[in-house]
């Protein structure tokens, strides 16, 4: 988003979310998982077993703002701001983590040389490669998201198609396989492609932008009750999956009940109901986002795990959460712009000789 079409408001949520997710990874994941921090908060870390849900809602946010960005540009500029907002900064928060788990991690964390340079691609995972922290998973759906607005692009060079058009498919498909045996390998194909585990966040995103470019239609209730018609379905497959994963319950209908929190505000934002918000000052806790929701998990809990005997668990909590913030908020403040300077130039060298040659051909 442009600072002059940029909606505040966003901002504050995706700040909000991230530190959903922190809290969530602190207080509950650490300690129930058995093998990553070894502080137990009790019944304070089952109340935020829910807080993981941030990152559905970093995808609605997602949906929204990628739509938002698309907006009369070309394929080659979408792929250039995305790949010069995601990369500088993941570059920086791997190699980080990768330190703090070399130089303080041992014996519960370890990585290795290998891990390092696969990890700094994004896709390590279809290596074969473990991630260097967990939290790089929401990044290939992302990326997966990333891709399917690249081919929407492509395919709109080729023939004007509406971005309806594009939503109905998607939303086609994510219904209909609901309804059929996802155990064939060619639904199981499709899915995975068409990312319709989580596709219901991304359109719900793209439609509530609808929404706040014109008006408010009965097409749109439509779409919206459909994409939380598939929240609720998704949200109860991964619940089992939690459950069996954590052993401990999750509310299905809290689960849901946030989901469509998420959905309201939303809907708010678009029909123009939280203008008040709407504050530049939030500007710098939208940017410090990216870089807390990177370094916060892994880096977090090699502090507990190294000064849980020493430090009061409350403290070490707040003063840990506060280094984070602080930590994100150079990177987004001070290095961030320097990185994505720097690749903006290559990238241009790259774009420039490519068209020269290009010429001559």
């Not at 319709?196 to 009750?225: C, D, P, R, T």
């Not at 299905?252 to 504050?279: E, P, R």
């Not at 403040?333 to 001559?360: G, H």
Request: aromatic share 18%.
């Amino acid at each position: 988003m442009t600072n002059q079409k940029r909606l505040y408001q966003i901002d504050l949520f995706r700040f909000i979310a991230a530190m959903s997710v922190l809290l969530h990874h602190y207080l509950f994941r650490g300690y129930a998982e058995g093998n990553m921090s070894n502080i137990d908060f009790g019944e304070i870390g089952q109340f935020f077993k829910y807080g993981y849900l941030g990152v559905d809602f970093f995808f609605i946010l997602s949906g929204f703002v990628i739509s938002l960005s698309i907006k009369g540009n070309s394929l080659s500029k979408f792929l250039f701001s995305r790949i010069t907002r995601l990369y500088p900064v993941y570059w920086l928060c791997v190699i980080l983590t990768f330190l703090v788990i070399l130089i303080f991690g041992a014996p519960r964390y370890f990585v290795t040389l290998k891990q390092l340079l696969f990890n700094l691609t994004m896709f390590q995972d279809y290596f074969g490669v473990d991630s260097i922290d967990g939290v790089y998973w929401s990044l290939v759906i992302e990326m997966r998201f990333y891709i399917m607005i690249a081919l929407f692009l492509i395919a709109n060079k080729l023939k004007k198609i509406n971005i309806n058009t594009f939503i109905y498919i998607w939303i086609l498909l994510s219904i209909f396989i609901v309804f059929l045996n996802q155990e064939i390998f060619l639904l199981r194909v499709i899915k995975y492609i068409f990312i319709l585990e989580w596709s219901s966040y991304f359109i719900a995103g793209m439609v509530f932008l609808q929404i706040f470019n014109g008006v408010f239609k009965l097409k749109h209730v439509l779409l919206l009750s459909i994409c939380l018609f598939l929240s609720y379905y998704n949200l109860n497959v991964r619940k089992e999956e939690f459950e069996i994963f954590y052993q401990v319950p999750h509310s299905i209908t809290i689960k849901f009940t946030t989901v469509v929190i998420f959905f309201i505000l939303m809907f708010l934002i678009s029909k123009g109901k939280l203008n008040f918000l709407n504050s530049p000052k939030l500007l710098q806790l939208g940017l410090l986002t990216y870089p807390l929701y990177l370094i916060h998990q892994i880096i977090g809990f090699i502090i507990f795990n190294n000064l849980s005997d020493k430090v009061n668990k409350y403290t070490l909590l707040f003063s840990t959460t506060i280094i984070m913030i602080l930590v994100s908020y150079v990177i987004s403040k001070k290095i961030d712009p320097l990185l994505s300077s720097l690749l903006r130039k290559k990238l241009d060298l790259i774009y420039v000789w490519f068209k020269l040659r290009k010429s001559n051909v």
